[in-house]
C-alpha cells in the first residue's frame, strides 16, 4: 500500500480538505494529516480547508488553524481529498481543481475514483482507518491519534456498527495507546447533545410516519422548526439514526428544509435496503446502510421519490 508521505516529498505547499457540512470522520481526517504532515513537512506550507467544524471538534488540537474561507489565489503542489468527491467540495473545489497533483483517499463506495492518486477502499470503517494505514505508525503522535480516533469512533457509532472489522479494533486499539481520554471525547463530541438539539430530535421522532409496511420511517423538520428551535443542519445529527432503532424499521429517511424547495435527505438502513444506491439516483451517495442527497421540489415529492426505489427494493426481498 502507498505511504502518504511518499506521495507529498518534494511537495512546497499541500492543501487538505474534504466535504461540505463536514462529519466527525471528516474533520477528523483533516485534522489527523494535518498535524501528521505539519510534524512529517515542517518546511512545507501546510492548509487545512473545511467548514466550519462544529464546536463539539474543540478537543482536537489546533482545530482553530482550519481555513473556512475558501478565497485564495493559491496553487498548490498537492491537494489531498478526504472523505470526498470533487462535487461534494463546496467552496474548496476550487483549490482542488487548481492543485498541480490531486490524491483522493474515500472509503465511500460511491467515490468513483478521481485525482492522479486515488485510494478507495469501501470496506474501510472510515477515512480515518484507512489513512492510519498510509501513516508511518512510528510517525504518528497523540495529536494525530487524538483526530483519527475521532473519525473512526464517528463513522462506527463508536464501533459498533457492521462496518467495524478486526481492523478497526486493532487500530482503535493502538490510538488509544496513547493515552488521551477517550471516554470522555466519546461522551462530548458523540453522545452528548444541547438542549435544543434534544428538543428538535424529540419533534422530529413526534412527527414521524412510517410507511410501506412499516418498514420505513420518515421525519421532516422544516425551515420554521429549526427557527423556532435556534437549530442549525449540525444541530440534526443522530436524528435519523433514532429513527432506524425502531423494532420493524428496515430504513429511515430524515429530511430537512436548506432552501426554497430544497431538502437535505440523510438515510439509514440495516442492511436489507441499500440506500447508497438509492442516494445516487439523486445526485448523492454514501454507503449500503447510510447514505444521503440534497433533493428539490415539497417534501412529498422528495418522500414519493424516494419510497418508490425503497419499495422496489423491499419486495425483491
Ligand atoms: P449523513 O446522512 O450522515 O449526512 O451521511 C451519510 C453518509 O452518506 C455519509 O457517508 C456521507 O458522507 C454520505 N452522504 C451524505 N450526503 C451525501 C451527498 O449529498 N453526496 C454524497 N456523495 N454523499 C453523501
Ligand atoms: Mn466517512
Do not use: W
Amino acid at each position: 500500500m502507498m505511504r502518504i508521505i511518499d506521495e507529498l516529498r518534494g511537495a512546497e505547499s499541500i492543501a487538505i480538505s474534504g466535504h461540505q457540512r463536514p462529519d466527525g470522520d471528516c474533520v477528523g481526517s483533516v485534522m489527523g494529516l494535518y498535524l501528521y504532515l505539519k510534524r512529517e513537512l515542517p518546511d512545507a506550507v501546510i492548509d487545512a480547508y473545511l467548514e466550519r467544524p462544529a464546536d463539539i471538534f474543540g478537543c482536537i488540537s489546533h482545530i482553530e488553524e482550519i481555513k473556512s474561507d475558501f478565497n485564495t489565489d493559491r496553487t498548490y503542489d498537492a491537494f489531498v481529498a478526504l472523505d470526498t468527491v470533487p462535487d461534494r467540495m463546496g467552496g474548496a473545489e476550487e483549490i482542488y481543481r487548481r492543485a498541480r497533483r490531486k490524491i483522493n483517499i474515500d472509503h465511500h463506495i460511491s467515490n468513483p475514483g478521481h485525482g492522479d492518486v486515488s485510494v478507495v477502499e469501501p470496506e474501510r470503517s472510515s477515512t480515518a482507518e484507512l489513512l492510519y494505514e498510509l501513516m508511518d505508525p512510528e510517525k504518528i503522535d497523540g495529536e494525530t491519534a487524538l483526530a483519527l480516533y475521532v473519525g473512526v469512533i464517528h463513522d462506527t457509532g463508536v464501533l459498533r456498527y457492521s462496518n467495524t472489522s478486526p481492523r478497526t479494533l486493532q487500530i482503535a486499539a493502538e490510538l488509544i495507546k496513547f493515552g488521551f481520554d477517550f471516554p470522555r471525547i466519546i461522551e462530548e463530541t458523540f453522545y452528548e447533545k444541547t438542549y435544543r438539539q434534544t428538543q428538535i430530535m424529540g419533534r422530529a421522532v413526534l412527527e414521524s410516519m412510517r410507511i410501506l409496511d412499516d418498514r420505513c420511517i420518515v421525519s421532516v423538520v422544516s425551515r420554521r422548526m429549526m427557527e423556532f428551535y435556534r437549530a442549525a443542519s449540525q444541530d440534526l445529527d443522530g436524528i435519523v439514526n433514532q429513527l432506524l432503532s425502531v423494532r420493524g424499521v428496515d430504513c429511515a429517511i430524515f429530511m430537512h428544509e436548506t432552501g426554497t424547495l430544497e431538502y437535505k435527505v440523510s438515510m439509514r438502513s440495516n442492511g436489507r435496503v441499500d440506500v447508497a444506491a438509492v442516494a445516487v439516483r439523486f445526485g448523492g451517495g454514501g454507503h449500503v446502510r447510510a447514505a444521503g442527497c440534497t433533493m428539490n421540489g415539497t417534501y412529498r415529492d422528495c418522500i414519493n421519490n424516494l419510497s418508490a426505489l425503497i419499495a422496489e427494493q423491499l419486495k425483491d426481498k
